[in-house]
Structure formats: C-alpha cells, structure tokens
C-alpha cells in the first residue's frame, strides 16, 4: 500500500483544502480519507470526511478557521474512498478508491 506523507511538497498544495474545493463544487460525493498522525513512539489512526465543501475527522479534532491548515500536525494518508451521496446502508454508495492523494485532485476522479 502507498503512503503519502504530508511533506512539504503537500504543504505547498494544501491537500485537504484542495479536495474541500471541490467537494463543494461536487456536492453528492463523500470522499473518506484514512491514514494516521505521527506521534512520537506511535501511530494514531486518523479519518477524515470531506463533504459539500467541509472537513470533518472522526478521530482527531481539527481547525475549522479558513484561514488555518486543517490538520497541524505531521500525517501520513494512506488511502482515499470516494461515496456517493447520501449514504445508505448498501454497498451502492461506494465509487472507488485510490491510495494516490492527487487522484482525486482532478476533478473527474468525482464523477
């Protein structure tokens, strides 16, 4: 499984803040980003859910202000889920999924 650190090389892009931009432009998708925190003698898992233009993280508390990173803290994303939404309790949601973090930058990746 790739593993994509949140490098500098991410920084520069802002990730997240990327993906929420077009969450909001593709409002009927769910994209569930997995990976985890780097703390220091251990991983934490961490999930994070971009719909409709916002973040949210089942795991971690995370920055709401616009003007911040979401997460400030060094990460790994290792996985990326893509749903249709609303969820239902059926597998018919599910799109596909990609361990690339810049596959769903392109906006056709959504659809």
Do not use: C
Not at 2 to 22: F, G, Q, V, Y
Not at 33 to 57: A, D, P, R, T, V
């Amino acid at each position: 499984m790739e593993e994509t650190l949140a490098s500098r090389t991410m920084a520069k892009i802002d990730l997240i803040k990327n993906l929420e931009k077009i969450s909001f432009e593709i409002p009927n998708r769910i994209l569930k980003i997995q990976g985890y925190i780097l703390n220091e003698n251990h991983k934490e898992q961490l999930e994070i859910i971009i719909f409709k233009g916002f973040s949210s993280s089942t795991t971690h508390p995370i920055e709401i202000d616009l003007e911040k990173k979401v997460i400030d803290f060094s990460y790994i994303l290792t996985n990326f889920k893509l749903y249709k939404a609303p969820l239902k309790k059926t597998k018919d949601n599910f799109i596909r999924e990609n361990q690339n973090s810049f596959f769903f930058l392109n906006n056709k990746n959504w659809i």
